[in-house]
């Protein structure tokens, strides 16, 4: 046992663009015009569209919605101030709470800014703002503007989806035969498969095409010298402890929730991943979290998931089509569910939920194991902040631990804990853009019995 770490460290700075030539620069510079650029032109491209279902109704709210999102970018492009949300959501006071707290933060000298502010923010704060738009100008409120990319991804990721089922359907064929130790390889095996589906993410790509084109099974083994942290032991040491009735006060049923991140490939790895959880009875209910708006180019909506799996069920292969009336049937029965609380898209650090969110984090706590998907959750998991790389994950945490949980991420910004001495220069030293190109990923996990271990 490591010896306790009794370090108390101090909170670091906020990633944020005000550090000229940063990641968080770079991105508020460059690639957050484009995305708002590709965003006005896909309203555009659509103009026909609302003027045949809605008439003139639909021309108005196309030019007043473009109008409002070009006004944003000029901002953005500016460094105006961040401004209050003008709509009635049921997020809008709160995120203008947050902005008055990030004003408080900041001190009275300099207004809340996209180049001056916490990255995190403002780079949430303009996904919130594209929703505003489009509430503001009904008829097309409900248009999806990120539809187009998402559906893309899972089209072209066709094979990799046929090949991931096909290997479902040799697990599930004889899964009541499989021992221990075979289980826990097709776990390890489907984790992982899980863990680089979220490379597969538009955001960081600001739009272009990056669906899953090569074996997702096969690439696993020449992928590990990419994982810098796998905590994966411990992972199956949470769902098995679990399993064991008597151990604790809980009935048997166990249940892991999935903090999703992006559609197409991505949310198809990770329902593949539930259905073994499901099927090799390592866990008896799966929620899934997921985006209550159209959020980061490719995240998860209601409406993406339900149509993932209506796309799988009509696949035309048998072993896809199969997998999708299983995952229907899931869900009809209560086994999987789909959840999609306010907090996950505001731009809170994950240490405030428990605060500001009371409600999520309580029903997190009814989780053995929760699953947090990608880079934003990380970002939000360790605060965004500038941590050393070897700070230990449960202090990044500061406190938020609701259940034992596991981040799977592909490194897509510059923060990063957990690593061993020398390990962060190394990896800079052989690849510079190691934290952001989304070529390496970690399965790091926490749980309140681990917080000797930083
Ligand atoms: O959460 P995801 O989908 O893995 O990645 C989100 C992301 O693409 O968006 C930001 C860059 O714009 C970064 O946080 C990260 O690169
Ligand atoms: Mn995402």
Redesign the pocket.
């Given at each position: 046992m490591m010896a306790a770490d009794r370090t108390v460290h101090a909170v670091p700075p906020s990633l944020s663009a005000k550090v000229v030539g940063s990641f968080a620069y770079l991105?508020v510079r460059d690639?957050l015009p484009t995305i708002l650029t590709k965003v006005i032109d896909t309203i555009h491209r659509n103009k026909n569209k609302f003027f045949e279902e809605y008439g003139e109704e639909g021309i108005r709210a196309e030019k007043q919605t473009i109008g409002l999102l070009s006004k944003m970018r000029n901002e953005l492009q500016t460094d105006k101030p961040v401004l209050e949300l003008a709509d009635e959501l049921q997020d809008t006071a709160s995120w203008n709470q947050y902005l008055q707290r990030q004003q408080d933060l900041q001190g009275d000298q300099d207004s809340v800014s996209w180049f001056k502010s916490p990255w995190l923010y403002v780079?949430c704060y303009m996904y919130r703002r594209v929703q505003e738009a489009l509430w503001l100008n009904p008829p097309i409120s409900d248009y999806d503007v990120f539809n187009e990319g998402k559906t893309q991804s899972f089209f072209e990721s066709q094979q990799a989806m046929m090949t991931l089922c096909t290997y479902s359907e040799g697990v599930n064929k004889n899964i009541e035969e499989l021992s221990r130790n075979q289980l826990l390889e097709h776990f390890n095996k489907l984790l992982q498969v899980s863990l680089w589906g979220?490379k597969c993410?538009l955001?960081?790509s600001a739009g272009q095409d990056n669906s899953q084109k090569t074996s997702p099974i096969d690439s696993l083994n020449s992928l590990q010298p990419f994982i810098l942290v796998n905590d994966s032991n411990m992972v199956w040491a949470a769902l098995t402890a679990a399993q064991r009735p008597g151990q604790t006060e809980k009935t048997s049923a166990v249940r892991v929730d999935i903090v999703l991140?992006?559609s197409g490939f991505e949310l198809f790895t990770d329902l593949v991943l539930a259905d073994f959880l499901v099927s090799s009875r390592l866990a008896h209910e799966v929620h899934f979290h997921g985006k209550c708006f159209p959020w980061?180019v490719?995240?998860v909506t209601a409406n993406d998931f339900q149509w993932t799996i209506r796309q799988t069920m009509a696949a035309n292969h048998k072993w896809m089509s199969k997998s999708g009336v299983q995952w229907k049937s899931h869900l009809k029965e209560g086994v999987w569910s789909y959840h999609d609380h306010p907090f996950w898209t505001q731009p809170h650090e994950f240490c405030d939920m428990e605060a500001d969110a009371p409600d999520l984090y309580a029903t997190l706590q009814g989780a053995d194991l929760v699953l947090f998907k990608?880079?934003?959750?990380y970002?939000k998991l360790t605060g965004d902040r500038e941590w050393a790389h070897t700070v230990g994950f449960n202090t990044a945490l500061r406190g938020f631990g609701p259940a034992p949980l596991c981040s799977l991420?592909?490194l897509?910004?510059n923060v990063q804990v957990g690593l061993q001495p020398g390990q962060g220069e190394a990896l800079g030293s052989q690849d510079p853009d190691w934290m952001?190109s989304g070529k390496y990923a970690v399965i790091q996990f926490s749980s309140a019995e681990s917080e000797q271990k930083d």
């Open positions: 991105t690639r780079e979220n993410d955001s960081i991140d992006n980061f490719s995240d990608g880079d934003l959750n970002r991420r592909t897509k910004a952001t």
